[in-house]
């Protein structure tokens, strides 16, 4: 196993990417699996919050998510931002649904979402700040990113994950070990 050094500490695997003296991990321990070699330095303080951005301006449709409908937020993340991995995939499940479906392209434009036509139940952004949508949603479709899982369990929104790159899996394997979602790459 390959070995590190952080300060004058030698590392081996976790240990290797832990502060040895303080280090603060974003998420409550109910998120993290049970285990006996965690580092004692490790302190778990809740989710990361941002500050909602104060020139934030609704979309048109933002009264919408005061309906009657339940609202379902599927967004594909800012790294791998492949549409067709989520969004298209959820639109057309969804498009005959009694829901409202907001699909954020995480930066990328609209126009990458390649339908010949949106379904009438859809609302399409290529960004809005989760502190403002997330209160309204009813469950969250993602690619596991974990500043986004981590948003949506403070909101108490309910997971539906799907993510194969970067520290996806495991952080989809948490959202399922955990029991605040599904994860449907099993």
């Known amino acids: 196993m390959a070995r590190f050094l952080i300060g004058t500490i030698p590392a081996v695997g976790f240990d290797a990417v832990v502060s040895p003296y303080l280090y603060l991990q974003g998420t409550v321990p109910a998120f993290e699996y049970p285990r006996s070699d965690l580092p004692l ?20 449709w933002w009264s919408d998510l005061q309906g009657d409908k339940p609202v379902v937020l599927v967004t594909q993340g800012t790294v791998a931002t492949e549409t067709d991995d989520l969004i298209v995939p959820t639109l057309q499940a969804l498009a005959d649904e009694n829901v409202l479906v907001v699909a954020t392209t995480g930066g990328q434009p609209t126009e990458s979402i390649k339908l010949a036509q949106y379904p009438a139940n859809a609302r399409i952004e290529s960004f809005i700040p989760y502190s403002h949508l997330l209160p309204h ?5 993602t690619n596991g990113g974990y500043n986004g899982v981590q948003m949506a369990l403070v909101n108490g929104v309910p997971l ?7 520290d996806k899996p495991e952080v989809c394997a948490r959202v399922e ?5 599904i994860n449907l790459q099993n």
Not at 44 to 52: E, I, N
Not at 177 to 181: A, I, Q
Request: negative net charge; charged residues 10%.
């Open 41 to 60: 330095q490790v302190h778990f303080v809740g989710s990361f919050l941002s500050t909602p951005p104060a020139d934030f301006i609704s979309p048109s």
């Open 137 to 141: 949603v009813d469950v969250m479709v």
């Open 160 to 166: 539906v994950v799907a993510g194969q790159t970067e």
């Open 177 to 181: 070990w955990s029991g605040v979602g």
